[in-house]
């Protein structure tokens, strides 16, 4: 941070508790330290759940998918309170504070369940007499789960942001500083989530969970302590309102008044904001029905009663984005599949290697990671430099077209994983094994295909909620991602317990094959998944994808009138 910035640090939001200038690099190396424990913390017990609900807890298929989608979707929608709370009560400091003890505490709870035998059911007898785990041993198991989920609300939609708060973006030193801090996070970031899906799950996996769970519990302490030891050197920011309670507002005061006529209606429009078609029902929120709905100085006073022309505005954008946002959920569910049910399947396989190494089902989650980062490099270095090299001009794929490759390896990646079940199946039944025979290194192909999807569907999507949003509605592009995940989640969990209660009709076998996969159909339920995704494929192309157009175009308007209005200024 520049320190001749006075302006900047005078601002009566900022709460600096030293004579030396707060933030900046003083301010971020703290946070870079907390954030790194912290997501060693969180990774290490995510990426290994499924196995220890599977190995520990006796769970099978059903209620293991159940418990993991809802335990995952309850994460990314509690982030939507977080960022409420955040930004009308607490400010991002103290939301990042209580949500780290939070998830502190339910990682001890966790841990605890590791080290205490009679907290979890006896182990499984040859895979075959498993007795399911009683109520109240759920209900430990739940605590925990469920103080994670809250403090992970708490978490993620601040711990970039309050980052961000340690600069000063209206100089150039600070911008430049930003971006450097966005790189040394994602390298932090890193960091963490290959050492968790490594060093930390082999130690949960092949020597202890009890160590391995300590491991990342311990890791989360010292994370608070250093967040907590950097107080003196943070800018902390006071809670300054929510997007989201404007957006609320809008379908209050319009719903309020959808009985008006508003043929010669005035509106209120402070900002001279470009009126758009659609959803004209949305501008009774900013009819003045009467003169005693503003003050003396000409504003509002009840903004759930009368709001402007540009939050209306904002939510018929943001509700313009939703046909896109759905094709994206059945994306992330092909994703959702992979770490559950993918990983059920990486537990009945044969995972020891010739030289004697086993390999832990958790590995597998690195499969989409490598996938991922190959595809990234291969198109930033090879297709956009080389393409500039030879025409002058990067080319790079639409957004469009990248959501297609997603959608095309969501179906690729459910055929494909259906295909390698049933020979995984066919085997242990022919040996009579509760592994099969097939290497664990089978599985890498789903898992591949899985972490494609993410680079393409995902991170375009990301990029068309950040890019299409004014930048006062950045945090609800956020938000809106996390919520499209929470809905995958959950929709992932509602089609797997359809498909098990339909198909053990008549005394049947569900295909989900209950504690062992290789008494069902496991490969059924990937065929339909890839029938949904389909689907999925034609609904986006068939339309939503007119939409991404479409809001392109109201973006790009709006930017050239704010120009236009401001020459006039």
Excluded at 84 to 111: C, N, P, V
Aim: charged content about 15%; hydrophobic content about 45%.
């Amino acid at each position: 941070m520049a320190e001749g910035s006075n302006s900047f640090l005078d601002d009566p939001c900022l709460s600096p508790s030293s004579k030396k200038p707060p933030g900046g690099w003083r301010a971020v190396k703290y946070i870079l330290a907390n954030e790194t424990f912290e997501k060693l913390a969180s990774m290490s017990l995510v990426a290994n759940m499924t196995v220890y609900l599977k190995t520990k807890y006796n769970m099978e298929g059903v209620l293991l998918v159940n418990v993991i989608n809802i335990w995952s979707g309850t994460s990314s929608f509690m982030s939507i309170g977080g960022a409420l709370m955040s930004d009308m009560f607490l400010g991002r400091y103290l939301m990042l504070l209580y949500g780290s003890i939070s998830s502190l505490l339910g990682m001890m709870i966790l841990t605890l369940t590791a080290i205490v035998p009679k907290l979890r059911p006896p182990t499984c007898i040859g895979q075959i007499n498993c007795i399911d785990p009683n109520l109240w041993q759920l209900s430990t198991l739940y605590s925990g789960l469920t103080l994670m989920a809250i403090g992970a609300g708490g978490i993620r939609p601040c711990n970039i942001a309050f980052g961000a708060d340690q600069f000063n973006t209206t100089t150039k030193e600070g911008r430049s500083q930003l971006e450097s801090f966005f790189n040394w996070w994602y390298f932090s970031f890193t960091f963490a989530l290959v050492i968790a899906l490594t060093a930390v799950v082999y130690i949960q996996t092949n020597i202890s969970w009890v160590i391995g769970f300590a491991i990342p519990t311990s890791c989360l302490l010292v994370s608070i302590v250093i967040f907590v030891i950097g107080h003196h050197a943070y800018i902390i920011m006071k809670p300054h309102g929510s997007v989201f309670v404007d957006l609320v507002k809008v379908i209050t005061a319009a719903t309020r008044k959808h009985r008006l006529d508003c043929s010669r209606c005035s509106f209120y429009d402070p900002d001279f904001h470009p009126r758009t078609k659609q959803l004209r029902c949305l501008e009774k929120a900013a009819v003045i029905a009467n003169q005693n709905e503003l003050d003396e100085d000409g504003k509002p006073k009840n903004g759930w009663r009368l709001c402007s022309i540009q939050q209306v505005e904002n939510l018929k954008l943001l509700l313009g984005m939703m046909p896109v946002c759905l094709a994206g959920i059945g994306c992330f569910m092909t994703m959702d599949q992979q770490t559950t049910i993918g990983i059920l399947q990486a537990i009945q396989s044969n995972n020891v290697l010739r030289s004697g190494f086993k390999i832990p089902p958790g590995w597998m989650g690195l499969s989409p990671m490598i996938a991922l980062s190959i595809w990234i490099s291969t198109y930033e270095i090879l297709w956009v430099l080389q393409t500039k090299r030879l025409t002058g001009k990067a080319k790079r794929l639409t957004m469009t077209q990248r959501i297609n490759i997603g959608l095309i390896s969501a179906m690729a990646c459910s055929i494909v994983a259906s295909f390698i079940e049933k020979k995984r199946r066919t085997v242990a039944l022919k040996h009579g094994s509760f592994k099969s025979p097939m290497s664990i290194l089978m599985l890498l192909p789903q898992f591949a295909l899985s972490g494609l999807v993410e680079a393409f569907a995902a991170v375009a999507i990301m990029e068309y909620l950040t890019t299409q949003l004014p930048e006062s509605m950045r945090t609800v592009a956020g938000a809106i991602f996390f919520i499209s995940l929470s809905m995958a989640s959950y929709l992932n969990s509602m089609l797997v317990n359809i498909v098990h209660k339909t198909t053990k009709k008549g005394g049947k076998t569900s295909w989900l094959g209950g504690h062992n996969l290789n008494n069902g159909k496991l490969e059924n339920f990937y065929y339909l998944a890839a029938s949904i995704e389909a689907l999925n494929f034609l609904y986006f192309n068939l339309y939503a994808r007119r939409f991404i157009a479409t809001s392109c175009t109201i973006n790009k308007e709006s930017k050239e009138d704010q120009h236009n209005n401001e020459d006039q200024i």
